[in-house]
Every structure is written in structure tokens, then in C-alpha cells.
């Protein structure tokens, strides 16, 4: 069935709804991904909450939905844009076509789309608002600036117990990946997830051994009224930030983040860590960056950067155990060669407790 796709700055493109027509239209910020598989994790990951999604590898679907990669427990994205949408899929783990999947969470997949045409749009113009509907001359509600998913509408409403081990790590839940909790888990680790607006007071109750800020949705700066709860946890215990813990991390520290033209999503985004000045490739989807010159005076230098276009992708304290990374260590979709940051933040737990030992 015919559909269109409309951004905000009027381009129009033609393509086949694979899924069932749905009343409403989808309306969301337009951003593309480049990994050429992760499908299901990029649906699933609560960071793309009411975002458009273009994949821009051609052939998207060939092994369908399974039940082991997911990221949450449904998908977050407004709608999805691909050139060829395969479903006919052949996994022996899939238990239904992409089609099928967005279909049952009422998501439209838009295909033969001239996706090269959409990300042109992006790159030069940035991401914006867009569309997916079967209405002709639809116009597009222009944005108001920053993305607008809030955490709060992701986030878990209890305190949830994972793993078993003797180190105890609360993840601060502001949408996180099921694959951080895994991670962790892996290490060996008990982990807490708690809702992202806990107080300092019951996470010192809960005893951990190190924090996790999780990755999420929509603009850091909307969290403004609980980065001095932040700033306390994160001064007190051990701390390791991802994606958008990263950026609350600078921001309680008196930083600054500003939106990107349209940001990095892809499983093969080029970082050095400076420490080492190794070179690892990395999974990321973030549409905002910390701004460098801000940093200035915070304590926190820049510890990893991207090599494409040298923004800041990742924090140390100078004095205090932090450090974050604005790419995804526990990849999924893209490459592990950074799950070793886990193994370093435990490790930095562990000189941590036996500093704070030797000064007792
Ligand atoms: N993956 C994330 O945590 C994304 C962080 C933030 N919402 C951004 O788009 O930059």
C-alpha cells in the first residue's frame, strides 16, 4: 500500500507500507543507522524512543525478530524506513518477520524508500521532524529544538535485583539496554536498577559498590533538576556512565551538551582512548555530544574521542573513580572490543575500596 514519508524541511518520498495501514500517522524526529545488521536491538533500545529510524544498509529483515536480542521489552521507535524490507526471513532462532513484530506494536515499516535520498536530507540539514502517513500534502510540524522522549516514560517504577556476586552495582535507569545489565551480570556483579529519579539517601541505603548511569532518550538537558542528586551519588561511589550517563555526568559537574547536525548511530564509529591511544570500533546512537570547551574547570578531562570528526566520547575525573563513555561498551548491535570497560570498572572499584580502607 502506497504511503509517504514527510520532512520538516517539505521533501516527500513514495513508498510500500508493509505494515498494516494504522489510523494515526507516525510523527518523530528522523535519524538514520548505518550498522548493516541489529535491527531488533535498534528497535528495542528505549534511546530511540519516538524516533523515526532510517536504516541505511538495503536489505533489512533476513533474519527476523528472536527472542533473545532484545534490548527492552518492546520496540520504542515512532516508525521505520528501509529499502528493501525482507519478510520472508530464514533464522532457525526467529519467531516472526520484521513486519510482523512492528505490526503487533501498531509501528509502520515504510519501504522501497530512496533511504540514500532521506540520509542526504539528514546529513546536510540535520535531523528533523518527519512523518510516515498515507495522506497526500501532509506538512510537518516543525520542532521545537531538543528531542522530547523523557526518560521518566522508560524508566523502571521499582527496584529491580539482578545477578549474584559480591560486588553490588545500582544502574541508575534512565532506559537502559538489557545488554549493560548482562554485561554486569557477566562480571559477576549484583546489580539494583532503580528509576532514574532516585535520591542520594536510598541509594546510600542500597550499599553499592558502584553506580552505572544508563543510557536514554531525549535531550540530557531536560534532567537539569536532578543533576545536584546526581553530582552526589556520582562524587560518592565509584561510577561508570554510558550514552546518556555520560552526558548527565558532565553536565552535574558544570559542563555543557548541545545537539548534534544529526548525531552518530552505527556499529562501526572509529574511537581512540587517549590513555592508551588504542583505536577501538564502536557501537553508538546519540543525537547530543559534551561540549569540549566547557569542560574546562569541571575535573573532567576528555578520555576517549571520535576519530571521524573529533568529538568527545568519553570522561575522566581527574581525582574521583568516574569515567563514561559516550559509545556503548556492551555493543549489541556492533563490535565488543570495548567490554573490557566493564573488567576496568570493576577493577576501579576495587583500588577504590582499598584506597578508602587506607585512609580510614
Ligand atoms: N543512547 C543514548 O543514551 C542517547 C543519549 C541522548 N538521548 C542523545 O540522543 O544524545
Given at each position: 500500500m502506497k504511503n509517504y514519508l514527510y520532512l520538516e524541511n517539505g521533501s516527500v518520498f513514495e513508498g510500500d507500507l508493509l505494515t498494516k495501514s494504522t489510523e494515526k500517522a507516525a510523527n518523530g524526529e528522523i535519524v538514520f543507522f548505518t550498522g548493516m545488521t541489529g535491527y531488533q536491538e535498534v528497535l528495542t533500545?528505549?534511546?530511540?524512543?519516538?524516533q523515526i529510524v532510517v536504516f541505511t544498509y538495503p536489505l533489512i529483515g533476513n533474519y527476523g525478530v528472536n527472542?533473545?536480542?532484545?534490548?527492552?521489552?518492546?520496540p520504542h521507535v515512532a516508525g521505520v524506513v528501509v529499502y528493501e524490507g525482507n519478510m520472508s526471513h530464514s533464522h532457525y532462532q526467529a519467531k516472526n518477520s520484521l513486519g510482523e513484530y512492528l505490526d503487533k506494536w501498531n509501528i509502520p515499516l515504510l519501504s522501497h524508500v530512496d533511504t540514500r535520498a532521506v540520509v542526504k536530507n539528514i546529513r546536510q540539514e540535520g535531523s528533523m521532524q518527519a512523518v510516515i502517513t498515507s495522506e497526500e500534502g501532509c506538512t510537518v510540524k516543525p520542532s521545537q529544538g531538543g528531542l522530547t522522549a523523557h526518560v521518566a516514560e522508560v524508566s523502571t517504577k521499582v527496584i529491580e535485583s539482578f545477578g549474584e556476586g559480591d560486588k553490588h552495582i545500582v544502574l541508575m535507569d534512565?532506559?537502559?539496554?538489557k545488554s549493560i545489565l548482562d554485561s554486569l551480570v557477566q562480571q559477576g556483579c549484583r546489580v539494583s536498577i532503580v528509576p532514574f529519579d532516585t535520591g542520594f539517601e536510598q541509594i546510600k541505603e542500597l550499599q553499592p559498590d558502584g553506580i552505572l548511569l544508563s543510557n536514554g532518550p531525549g535531550?540530557?538537558?531536560?534532567l537539569e533538576y536532578l543533576l545536584g542528586n546526581l553530582k552526589k551519588i556520582i562524587s560518592k561511589f565509584p561510577t561508570m556512565g554510558i550514552c546518556l550517563g555520560h552526558q548527565l555526568t558532565a553536565l552535574a559537574f558544570g559542563g555543557n551538551t548541545k545537539k548534534m547536525l544529526f548525531g552518530h548511530r552505527g556499529a562501526n564509529q572509529p574511537v581512540v582512548d587517549l590513555k592508551t591511544k588504542k583505536v577501538y570500533m564502536s557501537s553508538q546512537n546519540h543525537s547530543y555530544e559534551v561540549d569540549e570547551p566547557s569542560l574546562q574547570g569541571t575535573s573532567l578531562q576528555v578520555r576517549f574521542r571520535n576519530v571521524n570528526d573529533s568529538t568527545v566520547e568519553g570522561l575522566m575525573h581527574e581525582d574521583l573513580p568516574i569515567f563514561t563513555t559516550?559509545?556503548?561498551?556492551?555493543?549489541n548491535p556492533g563490535p565488543i572490543e570495548s567490554s573490557q570497560l566493564f573488567n576496568d570498572f570493576l577493577q576501579m572499584i576495587n583500588d577504590y575500596s582499598g584506597r578508602e580502607k587506607a585512609y580510614a
Amino acid at each position: 500500500m502506497k504511503n509517504y514519508l514527510y520532512l520538516e524541511n517539505g521533501s516527500v518520498f513514495e513508498g510500500d507500507l508493509l505494515t498494516k495501514s494504522t489510523e494515526k500517522a507516525a510523527n518523530g524526529e528522523i535519524v538514520f543507522f548505518t550498522g548493516m545488521t541489529g535491527y531488533q536491538e535498534v528497535l528495542t533500545d528505549p534511546s530511540y524512543k519516538d524516533q523515526i529510524v532510517v536504516f541505511t544498509y538495503p536489505l533489512i529483515g533476513n533474519y527476523g525478530v528472536n527472542e533473545n536480542d532484545f534490548e527492552s521489552k518492546k520496540p520504542h521507535v515512532a516508525g521505520v524506513v528501509v529499502y528493501e524490507g525482507n519478510m520472508s526471513h530464514s533464522h532457525y532462532q526467529a519467531k516472526n518477520s520484521l513486519g510482523e513484530y512492528l505490526d503487533k506494536w501498531n509501528i509502520p515499516l515504510l519501504s522501497h524508500v530512496d533511504t540514500r535520498a532521506v540520509v542526504k536530507n539528514i546529513r546536510q540539514e540535520g535531523s528533523m521532524q518527519a512523518v510516515i502517513t498515507s495522506e497526500e500534502g501532509c506538512t510537518v510540524k516543525p520542532s521545537q529544538g531538543g528531542l522530547t522522549a523523557h526518560v521518566a516514560e522508560v524508566s523502571t517504577k521499582v527496584i529491580e535485583s539482578f545477578g549474584e556476586g559480591d560486588k553490588h552495582i545500582v544502574l541508575m535507569d534512565f532506559g537502559y539496554k538489557k545488554s549493560i545489565l548482562d554485561s554486569l551480570v557477566q562480571q559477576g556483579c549484583r546489580v539494583s536498577i532503580v528509576p532514574f529519579d532516585t535520591g542520594f539517601e536510598q541509594i546510600k541505603e542500597l550499599q553499592p559498590d558502584g553506580i552505572l548511569l544508563s543510557n536514554g532518550p531525549g535531550d540530557p538537558k531536560q534532567l537539569e533538576y536532578l543533576l545536584g542528586n546526581l553530582k552526589k551519588i556520582i562524587s560518592k561511589f565509584p561510577t561508570m556512565g554510558i550514552c546518556l550517563g555520560h552526558q548527565l555526568t558532565a553536565l552535574a559537574f558544570g559542563g555543557n551538551t548541545k545537539k548534534m547536525l544529526f548525531g552518530h548511530r552505527g556499529a562501526n564509529q572509529p574511537v581512540v582512548d587517549l590513555k592508551t591511544k588504542k583505536v577501538y570500533m564502536s557501537s553508538q546512537n546519540h543525537s547530543y555530544e559534551v561540549d569540549e570547551p566547557s569542560l574546562q574547570g569541571t575535573s573532567l578531562q576528555v578520555r576517549f574521542r571520535n576519530v571521524n570528526d573529533s568529538t568527545v566520547e568519553g570522561l575522566m575525573h581527574e581525582d574521583l573513580p568516574i569515567f563514561t563513555t559516550q559509545y556503548h561498551p556492551e555493543a549489541n548491535p556492533g563490535p565488543i572490543e570495548s567490554s573490557q570497560l566493564f573488567n576496568d570498572f570493576l577493577q576501579m572499584i576495587n583500588d577504590y575500596s582499598g584506597r578508602e580502607k587506607a585512609y580510614a
